[in-house]
């Protein structure tokens, strides 16, 4: 009978500790990101494309950083329809995503155009909780902000 109390008094803590380990958690929410979809452009018109970062609220006077190249690519399904990406001159390995927090100007010296993007918004979440613990493993919680509404060119979209 003492064996089996030592040996539930050695149990009884460690059920304990695996039980108050489950404690929540904040984690960070993503920002939302813009997904340049153009429609009516060829790859020529993309080819020497750049995007350029800035300060928000700078009137464009800012740049926190620019695109080292563009990649367009055309959407097999829809023909007048691509999809492009922008990777960092400061790591050219690195996304230059368009997020909210600055100003963005997309420029296609080709066409002689210049799009600027301001006023970006999103929902306001910034942090999820979310259990942890050892009983049952994490719950993974994917946490991202969703944009409603940006400026381009003087023109709002929502969304």
């Known amino acids: 009978m003492q064996n089996l109390l030592s040996r539930s008094g050695l149990l009884l803590p460690l059920c304990a500790a695996l039980f108050t380990s489950c404690r929540p958690e904040n984690i960070t929410c993503t920002n939302g990101t813009i997904q340049v979809r153009p429609v009516?452009?060829?790859e020529n018109d993309f080819s020497a494309a750049k995007v350029v970062r800035y300060s928000q609220g700078s009137s464009f006077s800012t740049p926190v950083d620019s695109t080292a190249k563009v990649y367009y690519a055309p959407d097999p399904y829809s023909?007048?329809?691509a999809s492009f990406s922008a990777y960092s001159s400061s790591d050219s390995s690195h996304p230059l995503f368009i997020i909210p927090g600055y100003d963005y100007q997309i420029i296609l010296p080709s066409l002689g155009r210049t799009f600027s993007v301001t006023n970006i918004t999103q929902t306001g979440k910034?942090?999820?909780?979310?259990?942890r613990g050892l009983i049952g493993g994490d719950k993974l919680i994917i946490c991202y902000n969703s944009v409603t509404q940006v400026n381009v060119d003087g023109n709002v979209f929502t969304g």
């Open 40 to 42: 009516g452009f060829s």
């Open 79 to 81: 023909p007048d329809t």
């Open 126 to 131: 910034t942090h999820e909780s979310y259990k």
